[in-house]
């Protein structure tokens, strides 16, 4: 089974511009969790998806954005980019079944530059 | 007070012994804990789970829960230098709730 893939895996922006991330996520897979993660902060939870619908939500400004398709494909987007927002962007897939474990699987991620 | 605390390291373990990694957290609600591997550069990768208090062994590593202290923590044995890596915790509190990351602790193997 094919684990989770993220497009583009580099990305070099400049300030004020936007992005658009994409992640899939392991087939049969429906929720789907989005992390920033930089040298300082760690592993920071930005949001996820479930069934189209957004459940849970991290502590980040509204440029960041995101959406999920009915394929389970999810798209993040950042919008106006900020020099701090530099860092590389994690997508992560889970099952999501009655066990309630839900344990994440990642993607390789997406390295944002902004200069 | 962090919701996933662990000792940021680095921690030397010696080739062959055990490596002990610790993790608390500070919701008492929380029911399901996960262990991550991160290499420098790359995501990171899920090794363990653990829901119930004791231990789970799976190969090399074992996870321990104690729930009454709040307390996950993972061993591996006969470390290797390819353990050398950040170790990530993480925690959650129901099937719909989000999961809370740990700042990791960074392990190294000396042969």
């Known amino acids: 089974k094919a684990g989770v893939t993220q497009t583009p895996r580099y990305l070099i922006k400049t300030r004020g511009q936007q992005v658009t991330l994409s992640c899939s996520p392991i087939?049969?897979?429906?929720?789907v969790s989005w992390y920033q993660q930089t040298p300082g902060q760690g592993l920071q939870f930005l949001f996820e998806?479930?069934?189209?619908?957004?459940?849970n939500k991290g502590n980040f400004p509204g440029r960041f954005s995101g959406r999920q398709f009915s394929n389970s494909r999810s798209e993040m987007n950042v919008s106006t980019l900020e020099l701090g927002d530099s860092a590389l962007y994690l997508c992560?897939?889970?099952?999501?079944?009655?066990?309630?474990?839900?344990?994440?699987?990642f993607g390789p991620g997406t390295r944002l530059t902004v200069l | 007070q962090k919701e996933v605390e662990q000792n940021s390291g680095p921690l030397s373990v010696p080739e062959g012994a055990i490596a002990s990694l610790n993790c608390t957290y500070s919701?008492?609600?929380?029911?399901?804990f996960f262990w991550y591997r991160q290499y420098s550069g790359k995501s990171p990768e899920l090794i363990m789970f653990?829901?119930?208090?004791g231990d789970k062994e799976d190969g090399r590593f074992t996870a321990q829960l104690n729930k009454a202290s709040q307390y996950v923590s993972l061993l591996i044995r006969d470390s290797q230098p390819s353990d050398s890596a950040t170790y990530l915790c993480?925690?959650?509190?129901?099937?719909?709730?989000?999961?809370?990351f740990g700042s990791g602790t960074r392990l190294s193997i000396r042969p």
């Open positions: 653990i829901y119930s208090n």
């Open positions: 998806y479930f069934s189209e619908t957004q459940r």
């Open positions: 993480a925690v959650k509190r129901s099937s719909a709730s989000k999961i809370i």
């Open positions: 992560a897939s889970s099952l999501v079944d009655g066990r309630g474990l839900n344990e994440q699987f």
């Open positions: 087939s049969g897979h429906r929720s």
């Open positions: 919701d008492r609600g929380s029911q399901s």
